[in-house]
């Protein structure tokens, strides 16, 4: 006997399944038209196929069976608005396609422009599926137009992509070149995993050997030009970094990519550093610069937060970190992705947090927060109790800090207490 599920308990079962968002749309001699539509799914590889299923009694339904093509374009997570658009859910709407910017595919089936991805199909069979129709499309055209996050649907509700922490992250540290304990508390990083950046050859403080020496973190060394990068990737610095600005071209990154690479016996990693990647307002010339970099080869792209001006604007927010990220780390692919944060205002821990969020595991920061980076102490006890790993944990971080400072001197004597003025007293420091 077989036994049919009610309709309700079977449509709370579906919408327990995740799916991506698509706008279904077909062209012919009435013109353009689209719809909203989850049910699609790739089909077959060689030849290309895909299939859409459509309720039959709406338009779009008789639209394709009459037209012979459509397109389906996936949205992007910044599509929202546009996937209730075509899905009727905004009132006094005569013209879905005055929203997004639209372009005529090779069947003709409209096809946008800013997509996450799109198909371009003629149908090829078409198949009864109870109270829908299956359309089998051939695949005649195909774009992703840019990488994105996608928009998800699920239990009836539009969303994104979850968050999962990494598992553990990387740490490099910019904050010890040129400084008296350098060369020990460098060693000391070094063997627990920590890339820190070292002072150039040229100032008479680093060598092959400093700069190899270490266990499995490395070294590595700002440097200017092309010349300068060749010869700290000869003395033997595992990484060269060098700075570009956010609307970088990248025939500089090219040229350190090729100089490193023609230095005698180098297997040198090439870091490229966007200035002020993560001012507001940036956000797409940085894209457009992450671009650049990871076509030039680069190994790894700092992306850089502002130092605090008079502006508070300068410094990043988290939700502009997440905006950016969710298009940057796509873009970048392979190439890691470091964030070298700042603390401004007490945000760098939730832009570090929010960095996680977004696929980012490489950041950069400094002991004490020296040069107004992100200390590492913070960064790790967060990781600590987060469960996510790190080179150090915080005993490490406090033994390396006491051999930094060296003995403790014995405290001053306090001096004998003196009658202020008033107006002195107003100026006089807040006792410790």
Known sequence: MTTVIDETTFRQVLSRWPSGVGIVTTAGADGWHGMTASSFSSVSLAPPLVLVCLDRAIRSHDLLIRN?????????????????????????????????????????????????????????????????????????AAGVPRLTAPLLFHSRSWGQLADPLPDRVDLADTGLAGTAAAAPLARALRLAGVRVRMAPPSDGTGSRQDAAAGGPGCSSVHVAD????????AAGYPAVEFTVAHDGDGARAAAMVRAVRGAEGADTLVVARIRDALRPGLARACLLTVQRLTAAGCGEIVLEEPAEGADDTDGASPLAIRRLLQDAVPEAGPVPLRLALRDHHGLGLVNALTGMKSGVRCF?????????????????????????????????????????????????????????????????????
């Open 68 to 140: 012979g093509v459509f397109a389906v374009n996936v949205l992007g997570r910044d599509h929202l608005a546009l996937g209730r658009r075509f899905a009727g859910m905004e009132a006094g709407v005569t013209d879905r396609f005055a929203a997004g910017d639209w372009l005529a595919g090779a069947t003709g089936s409209p096809v946008l422009t800013d997509s996450a991805a799109w198909v371009d199909c003629r149908v090829l069979h078409r198949y009864p599926g109870g109270d829908h129709t299956i359309f089998l499309g051939e695949v005649v």
């Open 226 to 233: 092309g010349a300068a990068a060749a010869a700290a990737a």
């Open 364 to 432: 950069e920061t400094a002991l004490g927060g020296r040069g107004g980076v992100l200390a590492t102490e913070r960064l790790v006890l967060l990781c600590s109790r987060m469960g996510i790993a790190a080179p150090l944990n915080v005993d490490a971080l406090r033994a390396l800090r006491a051999e930094a400072r060296g003995p403790h001197p014995k405290p001053p004597a306090a001096p004998a207490p003196r009658s202020l003025t008033p107006a002195a007293a107003l100026r006089a420091p807040e006792p410790q």
